[in-house]
């Protein structure tokens, strides 16, 4: 029987570098291919929601190309993961610039980090639950590469990973049924993020 | 303390990677992407790129060096030089690169810190100031990679670049680059507590001694270096430094209590 690879979309919406985020994706062995909306998602097995930038200008493309409904159809069946905006943007709302409402897939919300703590930039450890198979249970090998200055806040049972960083212990990885969200970026993280990729999207 | 970051800068003329001092006197050592992909596999935390010459001839032969050093490595890149225009910007993203750099255009018109954060996002956009010391003592902002002073004050020009959102700031010393003394400690300690934004440090990193020093000592973020890496990879004896893979210099940091991805 022909192994039939599986074809993840993400979802290019003007943020950012997503050729990285595909070249990890391929790292996988999986099929990426970028969409610039929801019309053909159900072609895919799987979607990645990049995004850098704010929440307020995140949410405004998203409803421009209707994403919401789309979205909470495709995730009943097919796995979604959220890279950094993109998991925030998850929750049900956001208080940058503006109180915004996101797309409510998992319970919360995303808020600033304490105004005297400059920008996470730069590779800090993830504590990953062990309910997410990674293959990095080394805990000297854990780390990931962060850029942000807002965190989520959801209900322990969604949250799948914590990070410390300046003092301050916060949420990084959550996951409701399907959907996914990683504060890191994955892509940037050395080999390490690329296969955190692949188990989401291949083993659970 | 948080996780500090190594940066190795790659400045770029043509096709080729090339190091000079005090940001002249260029000279060639290889190709720009059979260094990213050593550093990457040397533990490298990010790569930054520099085109030395696109801004003065208002060109951008960019896009495809840093496509080809970019290839297959899952960390991230930071590109700079002759970035004017929100099409640049797109383009070099396109190309590989996760933020962009900008000196002379953002000097020029302020406002389009604003414009391309707002359009890319705030970390997306990172600002760098070259700096001189000048013969009166003063410290002055230069544009087209330190070739012309910029009238500006640059104190003033960095709490200025906060305000417009950019994502990090990178200092270069043009008087201490390339030349292996060290960081220029007087200009450290006048911008000392006036930054909120990520701070990146360039210029002059010359040992192991230099840049655990800065590290131990101040509240940056992330150390810059060039010639300390390269000529420990061409194993070139005129660098007047000791230099050092960034995997050594990682690993005697952690030894003495920093904190670094290995």
Known sequence: ???????????????????????????????????????????????????????????????????????????????LLGICLGMQLLLEKGEEIKLTKGLGLIPGKVVRFPKNIRAHVGWSKVSIDKKIKHPIQNKNNNFFYFTHQFIVKTKKKFEYGTTNFSSIKFTTIIRKNNVYGVQFHPENSDKNGAKLIGQILNDH | MNYKRIIARIDVKGENLVKGINLEGLKTLGKP????HYYYNKKIDEIVFFDTVASLYGRNNLFDIVEKASKNIFIPISVGGGVRTLDDIRKLLNAGADKVILNTKALQDPKFINLAANKFGSSTILVNIDFNLQSDKSYACFVENGRQVFDKDIFKWIKEIQKRGAGEIILTSINKDGTAEGYDQNFYKKIKGTIKIPLILSGGFGNFEHVYEMIKNTDVDAISIASLFHYNKIKDKSFKGRPLSPINLKKRLIKKKIKCRL
């Open chain 1, 1 to 79: 029987m022909p192994i039939i690879k599986k074809n993840i979309a993400i979802l290019d919406y003007g943020f950012g570098n997503i050729f990285k985020i595909k070249q990890a994706v391929e790292y996988n062995g999986f099929i990426c291919t970028l969409i610039t909306d929801l019309k053909d998602i159900d072609e895919y097995d799987a979607l990645i929601l990049p995004g850098v930038g704010s929440f307020p200008e995140g949410m405004k493309r998203l409803n421009k190309i209707k994403a919401k409904e789309k979205i909470l159809e495709f995730v009943k069946k097919k796995k």
């Open chain 2, 33 to 36: 992407w059979d260094f990213s």
